[in-house]
């Protein structure tokens, strides 16, 4: 496994996957290469093969309920709808008094149950989580979504478009508590809610909102795949596409004036252009690489504590994207060996 996380590191996917493949065979309670595998059958487009992967793991690891979800997940991007909905309802039966629980989960059985034509379970469940989740904002804003997707399918747009306004300025209140907070908001829940805007024509709304999430979290897959499947769902697939590439760009252009800044020499210039792309775009790219930039001009110039905090503002909430992620522990060494020269105690978060 070590030596097939190597090879994917560097791109060889199929030497990976065959390597993961005979540890599957050789070990086959070895689950976390199923995982890996599946991984690496995502990166080369192989959907059905990774469903297939992590049904495996499921069925050998039943209570796994981060593997179930799993399932639940790349099955709706294969739409084997039947599927997900179990997995789904395994993740939320499995994981009743956990910590592990979340809106996300109801809300994601939910969006199934609407899809394919199951309305009256999907409210059922939609129920179930205001319940459980009992003054939660984000819970309140999933059921107000569930139920305008709801009357959509029966027929009744007026009373959909009343619930999705009602969605919108509960998502503003949900985000203005987050920024104070520091609090993680559903990523998954806010593409629900564009759905629901583009169902009931409010395309404007539910623009701002794809352009914000794909802008935020472009590395992550399976966000961006979710985001595609809504443009095509709602016939906005050409739209869709021409805003997805637009954000790309846009990105890389703020990204190359920050490291061609850097590359030049010019460290306070760096951290200036990044700080501002992390205001502009707060994603996992510019969150490490403007951690990184901060704690290489600490390095250089002297401590500064101010920065110094920010930086590490920046790496928790890149930490909250994804806590394994390689470009994190990186920044995280050498905030760590900066703050160890100039004897300040770090964030060992």
Same mark, same amino acid.
């Given at each position: 496994?070590?030596?097939?996380? !190597?090879? #994917?590191?560097?791109?060889?996917?199929?030497?990976?996957?065959?390597?993961?493949?005979?540890?599957?065979?050789?070990?086959?309670?070895?689950?976390?290469?199923?995982?890996?595998?599946?991984?690496?059958?995502?990166?080369?487009?192989?959907?059905?093969?990774?469903?297939?992967?992590?049904?495996?793991?499921?069925?050998?690891?039943?209570?796994?309920?981060?593997?179930?979800?799993? &399932?639940?997940? &790349?099955?709706?991007?294969? =739409?084997?709808?039947?599927?997900?909905?179990? %997995?789904?309802?395994?993740?939320?039966? #499995?994981?009743?008094?956990?910590?592990?629980?979340?809106?996300?989960? $109801?809300?994601?059985?939910?969006?199934?149950?609407?899809?394919?034509?199951?309305?009256?379970?999907?409210?059922?469940?939609?129920?179930?989580?205001?319940?459980?989740?009992?003054?939660?904002?984000?819970?309140?804003?999933?059921?107000?979504?569930?139920?305008?997707?709801?009357?959509?399918?029966?027929?009744?747009?007026?009373?959909?478009?009343?619930?999705?306004?009602?969605?919108?300025?509960?998502?503003?209140?949900?985000?203005?508590?987050?920024?104070?907070?520091?609090?993680?908001?559903?990523? #998954?829940?806010?593409?629900?809610?564009?759905? !629901?805007?583009?169902?009931?024509? /409010?395309?404007?709304?539910?623009?701002?909102?794809?352009?914000?999430? %794909?802008?935020? +979290?472009?590395?992550?897959?399976?966000?961006?795949?979710?985001?595609?499947?809504?443009?095509?769902?709602?016939?906005?697939?050409?739209?869709?596409?021409?805003?997805?590439?637009?954000?790309?760009?846009?990105?890389?252009?703020? +990204? =190359? /004036?920050?490291?061609?800044?850097? @590359?030049?020499?010019?460290?306070?210039?760096?951290?200036?252009?990044?700080?501002?792309?992390?205001?502009?775009?707060? +994603?996992?790219? $510019?969150?490490?690489?403007?951690?990184?930039?901060?704690?290489?001009?600490?390095?250089?110039?002297?401590?500064?504590?101010?920065?110094?905090? #920010?930086?590490?503002?920046?790496?928790? @909430?890149?930490?909250?994207?994804? @806590? /394994?992620?390689?470009?994190?522990?990186?920044?995280?060494?050498?905030?760590?060996?900066?703050?160890? /020269?100039?004897?300040?105690?770090?964030?060992?978060?």
């Amino acid at each position: 496994m070590g030596l097939a996380t !190597a090879l #994917r590191d560097r791109g060889a996917l199929d030497e990976a996957g065959q390597l993961a493949e005979q540890v599957t065979q050789e070990a086959p309670e070895y689950l976390s290469a199923y995982d890996f595998l599946a991984s690496v059958q995502e990166a080369k487009g192989k959907l059905l093969e990774a469903q297939q992967t992590l049904q495996r793991a499921a069925d050998a690891s039943p209570h796994n309920t981060l593997r179930q979800r799993l &399932v639940g997940d &790349v099955a709706a991007r294969n =739409n084997d709808l039947l599927t997900a909905e179990k %997995a789904y309802g395994k993740v939320i039966e #499995r994981s009743k008094g956990s910590s592990l629980r979340t809106v996300d989960d $109801f809300a994601n059985l939910s969006r199934v149950l609407v899809e394919r034509g199951n309305v009256a379970a999907s409210r059922k469940i939609a129920g179930e989580m205001k319940r459980e989740w009992r003054g939660d904002k984000q819970a309140e804003m999933a059921a107000l979504v569930t139920e305008s997707l709801c009357l959509e399918k029966e027929g009744s747009p007026d009373k959909a478009r009343q619930l999705v306004e009602q969605a919108l300025d509960l998502q503003t209140q949900i985000e203005t508590e987050s920024a104070d907070k520091g609090k993680h908001v559903s990523q #998954r829940l806010a593409i629900d809610l564009a759905h !629901a805007c583009y169902a009931t024509g /409010k395309s404007d709304a539910a623009g701002k909102i794809m352009r914000q999430v %794909a802008a935020e +979290n472009h590395e992550d897959t399976h966000l961006i795949d979710q985001i595609s499947q809504v443009f095509q769902k709602t016939g906005q697939q050409d739209a869709g596409k021409a805003l997805l590439d637009q954000v790309g760009r846009e990105i890389i252009e703020l +990204n =190359n /004036k920050g490291v061609l800044a850097a @590359r030049s020499g010019d460290l306070e210039g760096a951290v200036r252009l990044l700080i501002q792309a992390v205001e502009q775009v707060p +994603n996992l790219q $510019f969150l490490v690489n403007a951690a990184k930039a901060i704690f290489t001009l600490i390095d250089q110039k002297g401590w500064d504590a101010e920065l110094a905090a #920010r930086a590490e503002d920046y790496l928790r @909430r890149a930490q909250l994207k994804d @806590r /394994k992620s390689p470009k994190v522990a990186s920044a995280r060494e050498l905030a760590a060996a900066v703050t160890k /020269k100039y004897g300040v105690a770090g964030d060992s978060a």
